[in-house]
């Protein structure tokens, strides 16, 4: 079973697309657990859960970032997988990448690093 085939890193890089589509059934199948549990380690009731993952509902951000994280993977990937549209919303970045870039800068310590990927980007271009 390749992680990337289930979701779990696809955001890291942009350009990547999965083997198959996602749904939220499949990511609870993959991250080896139930709608059950699920239910009980974020304390949504289930029947919530069931409405998400059939399709009838989706969930508020706060709901929406408690299933991700328990789920381990990014909200972008849970949106996808309940069919949300998310061509506008950016990926994140691998560490690798964001490390090159970093390195390009000169860079060393992480307490020097922007607080976000667009500005350590924008540093780049300005320098290039």
């Not at 990547?16 to 059950?36: D, G």
């Not at 969930?59 to 972008?76: K, T, Y």
């Not at 309940?82 to 390009?104: C, F, H, Q, R, W």
């Given at each position: 079973?390749?992680?990337?085939?289930?979701?779990?890193?696809?955001?890291?890089?942009?350009?990547?697309?999965?083997?198959?589509?996602?749904?939220?059934?499949?990511?609870?199948?993959?991250?080896?657990?139930?709608?059950?549990?699920?239910?009980?380690?974020?304390?949504?009731?289930?029947?919530?859960?069931?409405t998400w993952a059939v399709g009838?509902?989706?969930?508020?951000?706060?709901?929406?970032?408690?299933?991700?994280?328990?789920?381990?993977?990014?909200?972008?990937v849970l949106a996808k997988a309940?069919?949300?549209?998310?061509t506008k919303i950016p990926g994140?970045?691998?560490?690798?990448?964001?490390?090159?870039?970093?390195?390009?800068?000169?860079?060393?310590?992480?307490?020097?690093?922007?607080?976000?990927?667009?500005?350590?980007?924008?540093?780049?271009?300005?320098?290039?």
């Amino acid at each position: 079973m390749s992680i990337l085939k289930y979701g779990f890193y696809d955001n890291m890089n942009p350009n990547i697309e999965n083997e198959k589509e996602e749904t939220l059934k499949s990511l609870i199948e993959a991250a080896r657990t139930t709608q059950r549990q699920l239910s009980r380690d974020t304390n949504i009731a289930e029947v919530t859960i069931n409405t998400w993952a059939v399709g009838k509902k989706i969930p508020r951000l706060d709901n929406a970032a408690l299933v991700a994280g328990q789920l381990g993977v990014s909200l972008r990937v849970l949106a996808k997988a309940m069919n949300v549209n998310v061509t506008k919303i950016p990926g994140d970045y691998s560490l690798i990448e964001l490390k090159a870039i970093a390195a390009d800068l000169g860079i060393e310590r992480v307490q020097d690093l922007p607080e976000d990927y667009q500005s350590l980007k924008q540093m780049r271009d300005r320098q290039n």
